[in-house]
């Protein structure tokens, strides 16, 4: 199917991927298009989570496939699929306004023809696909540290007290006065303890 994609003069096949390192994240998309070169777009950010630069991958992806000619089908590969959810997400959020960018570039695309499509895969990084390898690869290649001031996204201060909470909890609850008795340790399907969190839309 991916081969077939791949293959028509009428597809574009948008692969994005982000990784965070030192507080700095790197987004990336490859634009790929039937004998045509790859286009690529690499963005580095400091104090933002991953969602807001995945959010912001895809809108650079939807937005360079969009610029080409004869092009009357996107497809979006991610491995945040929950991400790309977001967009069509109507309730009030803090990515609004990378929703609603995406959403400004389908609308045109979408009035362009009634022909024209949009799709969104999922493919996890554990899969190693050839073409969300590479750009699953690059993004992690990118180690710096942040060497100015910047500002600070309001979703990153909920991620920074996200993490301070969990530690404190942690280092309370391992405490024996603090534990008390007879708790169960709730293991995932790797036998790891589950632990709170905010990833993933996590609680």
Known sequence: ?????????????????????????????????????????????AFIISTEAELFAIKCGINQACSIENISKII?????????????????????????????ELWHFFTASQENSVEFWECPSCLKWRLHKSVDKESKLFN??????????????RKTNS????????????????????????????NDTIEPSYIKGGL
Do not use: E
């Open 76 to 104: 979006v590969v991610t491995d945040s699929i929950h991400t790309a959810r977001k967009i069509f997400d109507d309730k009030s959020n803090p990515y609004q306004i990378h929703s609603a960018a995406v959403l400004h």
């Open 163 to 190: 993490n301070n909470i969990i530690n404190l909890w942690k280092m309370t609850f391992q405490a024996l006065d603090g534990k008390g008795k007879n708790f169960l340790d709730l293991a995932d399907i790797n």
């Open 144 to 157: 710096s540290l942040p060497s100015l001031s910047s500002k600070i996204s309001w979703d990153f201060c």
């Open 1 to 45: 199917m991916t081969l077939q994609s791949s293959s028509s003069p009428n597809t574009a096949i948008v692969v994005t991927d982000v990784s965070v390192k030192n507080d700095i994240t790197t987004s990336i998309s490859y634009i790929h298009t039937f004998n045509q070169p790859m286009i690529k777009t690499v963005h580095h950010t």
